[in-house]
């Protein structure tokens, strides 16, 4: 299984970034997917995912700014960040994950190991 994160870049405060999230090795229309985000000296927290149902849900400081969607014909989720800001900048990871729809966004687990992730930076 991989999954391989990528689109981050430099973008000023405001702008928009699209990340994709390719996935091979699974059957990747019957997994919940998370993006996760690690800022510099802070640890990893997981931002978004979409269910297999493709429910989602959002960290708190993202939502109305991020929106998380998922294509199964291209084994592919997407990241579409607007209004950026500089404390989003981080690197950006993705994976599997676990929990149920009703827990929240902290309780779901990363299942599967950690890809590269894509570094976004928001410069102000």
């Known amino acids: 299984v991989q999954l391989q994160a990528s689109g981050g870049g430099l973008v000023q405060a405001g702008g928009s970034l699209r990340l994709s999230c390719a996935a091979t090795?699974?059957?990747?229309?019957?997994?919940?997917i998370g993006w996760y985000r690690q800022a510099p000296g802070k640890q990893r927290e997981l931002v978004a995912l979409?269910?297999?149902?493709?429910?989602?849900k959002y960290l708190d400081s993202v939502k109305g700014r991020f929106t998380i969607s998922r294509d199964n014909g291209k084994n592919t989720v997407y990241l579409q960040m607007n209004s950026l800001k500089p404390e989003d900048t981080a690197v950006y990871y993705c994976?599997?994950?676990?929990?149920?729809?009703?827990?929240?966004?902290?309780?779901?687990?990363?299942?599967?190991?950690w890809g590269q992730g894509t570094l976004v930076t928001v410069s102000s």
């Open positions: 090795g699974l059957t990747f229309s019957e997994f919940a």
């Open positions: 994976n599997t994950v676990r929990g149920t729809y009703f827990q929240k966004l902290t309780d779901w687990n990363a299942s599967g190991s």
């Open positions: 979409i269910s297999s149902a493709k429910n989602t």
